[in-house]
């Protein structure tokens, strides 16, 4: 069984920058090709995609909203999964959840990942 752990969420003023991380467990993350993703939900709102990386890390699509701002990238030696998150703004307020799938091709649709973790709150103050 897969388990993905998000950390890294927390409160940050207008402009700022956050990095959440996501740790797999349950799978050698290195040979399990797999590619991976960032998702998040506003309080109201559904489910949006992110982020995403193909399994080598050569491949990652983004968000038009969040292209040029966040960079998603991946350690496959240590199984952790990175989102670097710059010039933050209250838009960006959600719970970041990080997805897996059994593939290595990324993709940009929730229901196409196979494992989710908890999710992280990042709440971005004006």
């Known amino acids: 069984q897969v388990q993905l752990v998000e950390s890294g969420g927390g409160l940050v003023q207008a402009g700022g920058s956050l990095r959440l991380s996501c740790a797999a467990s349950g799978l050698t993350f290195s040979s399990s090709a797999m590619a991976m993703g960032w998702f998040r939900q506003a309080p109201g709102k559904d489910r949006e995609f992110v982020a995403s990386v193909n399994w080598s890390g050569g491949t990652t699509y983004y968000a038009a909203s969040v292209k040029g701002r966040f960079t998603i990238s991946r350690d496959n030696a240590k199984s952790t999964v990175y989102l670097q998150m710059n010039s933050l703004n209250p838009e960006d307020t959600a719970v970041y959840y990080c997805?897996?799938?059994?593939?290595?091709?990324?993709?940009?649709?929730?229901?196409?990942?196979?494992?989710w973790g908890q999710g992280t709150q990042v709440t971005v103050s004006s």
């Open positions: 997805a897996a799938r059994r593939t290595p091709t990324a993709t940009m649709t929730f229901s196409e990942y196979d494992y």
